[in-house]
């Protein structure tokens, strides 16, 4: 079955670093784009960054443009999201997704916390 498994989160001080990787099994990595949502206490989940599958052709959200990069290694069935110059409001919990068989599907997440 299909299976996203972040790593890399953490806790980072304001303008650091940080790269979150998703793992995913289960399907042709190679043929489905990647997304990376967000969701931050008390606000909804939203999209920050997706991947096409072969293009490679990527999409920001506003609020992390010239910040954030996703990149994929599709033999190593990884995508993943490197974080530069984090403020405190990129703090949340951040989730792989992709959409496979008309269905959404979600990593378990991984906290990103902001904080001098």
């Known amino acids: 079955q299909v299976q996203l498994v972040e790593s890399g989160g953490g806790l980072v001080q304001p303008g650091g670093s940080l790269r979150l990787s998703c793992l995913a099994s289960?399907?042709?990595?190679?043929?489905?784009?990647m997304n990376w949502y967000r969701q931050a206490p008390g606000k909804e989940r939203e999209l920050v960054a997706r991947?096409?599958?072969?293009?490679?052709?990527?999409d920001y959200a506003d609020s992390v443009k010239g910040r954030f990069t996703i990149s994929r290694d599709n033999a190593k069935k990884t995508v993943y999201l490197q974080m530069n110059s984090l403020k405190p409001e990129d703090t949340a919990v951040y989730y792989c997704?992709?959409?496979?068989?008309?269905?959404?599907?979600w990593g378990q997440g991984t906290q990103v916390t902001v904080s001098s």
């Open positions: 997704n992709t959409v496979y068989s008309n269905r959404n599907y």
């Open positions: 289960g399907f042709t990595f190679s043929w489905y784009r």
């Open positions: 991947i096409g599958s072969m293009s490679g052709m990527t």
